[in-house]
């Protein structure tokens, strides 16, 4: 009996999902490390025969599988094993089903598509994992492939569709068919086994030369320079825990005259006047010029829930928008809320009104404490958005102010419990989409 025990508190983890590449995906993931994938079901029949099997006491569980629901998945492997443990895994639009899952029936969840680390932050939940102990090849593909998904997301979206193209030709330029593969959505690099390390950075460092010389007949050695500058300190952030003293010049060779390098920027939080808004205070309804209103009606109002923060790097900047804006124009106007957090006069948890370009945005800033960063705060602002900004809309969005002090105060204490962590947490993004459907329904209704 002890020695069954011991088989299966060994770290293994059995998989259920119908897709054949997440097992694949997973077992390039854990090898050399101490997780072991013991099997992989594609239905729920095939689970009932192979999990026993298995010997694992986790399940990664696939929010969707085709042959029953996930809640009757779970209640089946519990009845094999009362002590399983249930890790789901889903998109950012399953979050309801996952979020009406934990806690009862589920023990965890990560979001689909998988990042590795936020996989092996669950992992270690359940299991004592001390040392992942990485290959160097694997660690540099790890972060060859962060660095080129941060690249991707600086792109002009012009320039996505010829992002493929560029890197399957430097992919093949570099001859790195047998050393390893590369799959996009999310962009990465999955290594051969027993490929050396060093064999490998020299391959990877001759295909980065390659994408950043293709950029630069595309867009001019200047864009290009600012472009992968921008990416790196972006991806530096993000990795920074697994270079491993690896430096950008060894990770990353020069090129033309042209080395990444990360440099701790130092960005004043200098507060900017807004036109026409006096220096002393900012008044609470700044009224721009807006367009023509006609043919607006409470029937195409749209309304967006916006958390941002200041960031070290970027300055201000979006942390969750909900919904998701759709449309190059909405995603500008979104991305450019932030910058309300330097309006001179803003005093924290003081809802103020803004109006721009059509948009009605009720914001209020606070601060919480975070031993992460320099100075151990954080700037965060809340704001409510709404478009087109009718005048019974500013009428109703200014009315929120005792509301939204409230629903600051209960985000304050969720970023709290959270931590440091860079990653919003599934409370907090559920807690926002709850409060930006109570918004959307107070302020579309017809009095």
């Not at 983890?13 to 994938?37: A, C, H, Q, W």
């Not at 593909?141 to 991707?152: N, P, T």
């Not at 709404?386 to 005792?402: D, F, G, Q």
């Amino acid at each position: 009996m002890g020695k069954t025990k011991t088989t299966i508190e060994k770290k293994r983890v059995f998989l259920i999902d119908d897709s054949g590449y997440t097992g694949n995906f997973l077992r390039e993931v854990f090898r050399g490390t101490e997780i072991f994938l013991s099997g992989q079901a594609f239905s729920l029949k095939e689970a009932l025969r192979k999990y026993p099997q298995s010997l694992s006491s986790i399940v990664l569980l696939d929010t969707t599988i085709p042959d029953a629901e996930v809640i009757d998945v779970i209640r089946a492997l519990k009845s094999i094993n009362p002590d399983v443990r249930i890790i789901l895994m889903g998109p950012l639009l399953h979050l309801p089903l996952i979020q009406e899952l934990l806690g009862r029936e589920a023990d965890s969840f990560i979001f689909k598509p998988i990042e590795t680390r936020a996989l092996f932050a669950v992992l270690r939940s359940f299991y004592p994992i001390s040392d992942l102990k990485l290959s160097k090849s694997k660690i540099i593909a790890i972060l060859y492939s962060g660095f080129f998904q941060e690249l991707r997301r600086y792109l002009l979206p012009s320039l996505v569709d010829s992002y493929q193209e560029i890197t399957l030709e430097a992919y093949s330029k570099a001859d790195l068919n047998g050393y390893l593969n590369i799959k996009f959505e999310p962009f990465s690099f999955i290594p051969v086994p027993y490929v050396r390390g060093e064999t490998l950075k020299k391959r990877l460092g001759v295909f980065y030369k390659n994408v950043y010389r293709a950029f630069c007949r595309r867009l001019g050695k200047r864009t290009t320079e600012g472009l992968f500058t921008d990416a790196y300190h972006s991806f530096h952030y993000e990795y920074r825990h697994i270079l491993h003293g690896l430096d950008s010049e060894d990770l990353f060779p020069p090129v033309d005259g042209f080395y990444l390098e990360f440099v701790e920027p130092q960005i004043p939080r200098e507060r900017v006047i807004l036109k026409g808004v006096a220096e002393s205070k900012v008044s609470s309804i700044s009224v721009i010029p807006r367009e023509n209103m006609l043919g607006h009606s409470l029937e195409t109002l749209e309304i967006y829930v916006v958390l941002s923060a200041f960031d070290a790097v970027l300055g201000p900047k979006v942390l969750a928008a909900i919904p998701t804006p759709q449309g190059l124009t909405k995603k500008r106007l979104i991305s450019e809320i932030p910058q309300h957090m330097d309006l001179v006069g803003t005093e924290s948890e003081e809802p103020f009104l803004m109006i721009s370009h059509n948009w009605a945005t009720m914001n209020t800033l606070f601060t919480i404490e975070d031993s992460s960063i320099r100075g151990g705060m954080r700037d965060y602002m809340l704001s409510v958005a709404a478009y087109p900004a009718l005048e019974t809309v500013i009428t109703r969005i200014s009315r929120l102010n005792s509301v939204i002090r409230a629903v600051v105060m209960e985000v304050k204490t969720i970023l709290i419990s959270d931590g440091s962590s860079t990653e919003l947490s599934t409370d907090l993004l559920s807690f926002l989409l709850d409060f930006q459907a109570e918004v959307t329904s107070y302020l579309q209704f017809s009095e």
